[in-house]
Structures are given as structure tokens and as C-alpha cells.
């Protein structure tokens, strides 16, 4: 189902839209239907604070680790190639 939405503009700014939509190969309609989807992508979606506890509980993790330039060698060595000198 569709439903129309109305938006008022000066005469300047809808110009100015039309030229923008133009210069894309887009109708008005099409250009501010894929501009709004856009700016929806753009906001954040669900709950901050399930968001941070997510980031917390990650962040209390603790993981073995080593210098880079030493696992990089073990897993060159795991492909069966000399590691880089």
C-alpha cells in the first residue's frame, strides 16, 4: 500500500531539488523516496543500552595474544611457506 506525503517547499527549494534529482537521471518522487531511505539507514536502530552491555560484555573478554609480526609468521608457516624476514 502507498500513501502520499505532502511537503511544502518555497519555489526556490523545489527548483533546487528538481535540479539535484536531474542531475541523477531520478524524477523528484524517486530521488526523495531514495534520499529519505538513506537518512533512515543512517539513524541508529535499537536500544543504547543493549548496545553498551553488548560492548561491555565483549570488552571483559580476555584473549591470549602475541606480537603481530609473530602470528603472521606462525600462520604463513601454517600454508606451508617460510615466514617473511
Given at each position: 500500500?502507498?500513501?502520499?506525503?505532502?511537503?511544502?517547499?518555497?519555489?526556490?527549494?523545489?527548483?533546487?531539488?528538481?535540479?539535484?534529482?536531474?542531475?541523477?537521471?531520478?524524477?523528484?518522487?524517486?530521488?526523495?523516496?531514495?534520499?529519505?531511505?538513506q537518512a533512515r539507514r543512517r539513524q541508529p536502530?535499537?536500544?543504547?543500552?543493549?548496545?553498551?552491555?553488548?560492548?561491555?560484555?565483549?570488552?571483559?573478554h580476555a584473549f591470549p595474544t602475541d606480537d603481530i609480526d609473530e602470528l603472521l609468521a606462525?600462520?604463513?608457516?601454517?600454508?606451508?611457506?617460510?615466514?617473511?624476514?
Amino acid at each position: 500500500m502507498s500513501t502520499r506525503l505532502q511537503v511544502l517547499l518555497e519555489d526556490e527549494e523545489l527548483r533546487e531539488l528538481r535540479d539535484a534529482a536531474g542531475r541523477e537521471g531520478l524524477t523528484l518522487s524517486a530521488w526523495v523516496r531514495r534520499t529519505l531511505h538513506q537518512a533512515r539507514r543512517r539513524q541508529p536502530q535499537g536500544d543504547l543500552a543493549s548496545k553498551l552491555a553488548a560492548v561491555r560484555t565483549a570488552a571483559s573478554h580476555a584473549f591470549p595474544t602475541d606480537d603481530i609480526d609473530e602470528l603472521l609468521a606462525e600462520i604463513e608457516s601454517g600454508y606451508g611457506h617460510p615466514p617473511p624476514e
